[in-house]
């Protein structure tokens, strides 16, 4: 489109300067998009790489999936570096849910690794015992394992990666990190529970495996 003025002149209309500039607008504003979708995808490329890194709400799913389950249930869970001697506590206050009593017999870990013990010196314990002597659950009963949290009774479980042996949960997929300012989270991509239900005067063993089990790591102590 073009405009006459006076004398003979001929003036191009803004019109069509200005459509070069819409389009070169048009794809600068596609090339920002792509470079904070790269980066977006980068980022959660790093999350998910990094051990420890588990989000917030993740860790919030997990203990709502745990505190559901059924029959056991995991009601409050920890964990931490001792101080002392370098390993990871793990402490879980588990409720049977069920309608028929429980006996524990193992902690699994992921890859099937299990933990059939744990260790104690207090409240009438002394060394290291079997699960099953002492996990024995009504319907709504809780019991724990805990240790290094400041509570009088102590049942130690120790977090590990590698296989189980003991009072050893192998398996995790991260663990705490002895470090006051970041001590991570422990991470298992599953874990589950051995043990064996009573229901009129049978006694069934049974298996309970569930997904992830991810917990904020409190400072080392």
Known sequence: MVILKAQGAIVKSSATSARPMLGQGA????????VVLIVALVSVALLGFFPGMASDSQITQSQMYWQSATPIAITESGAKVNVGSGVVNLYMRMRNTGTYPIRITGIVGADGAKATQFWSNTCGVS???????????????EKYFVHNFGTACGRELQARTGVSTGINVGGASSLCQNSSASP?????????????????????????????FIVKCLPPA
């Open 184 to 212: 991570g989270v422990l991470d298992y991509k599953t874990l589950g529970f051995e043990y064996i239900v009573y229901i009129e005067g049978q006694q069934i063993t049974k298996k309970q495996i569930g997904k992830d």
């Open 127 to 141: 060394g290291t015992v079997n699960i099953s002597d002492y996990y024995y659950m009504g319907p709504g009963e």
């Open 27 to 34: 794809t600068e504003y596609l090339v920002l998009l792509a």
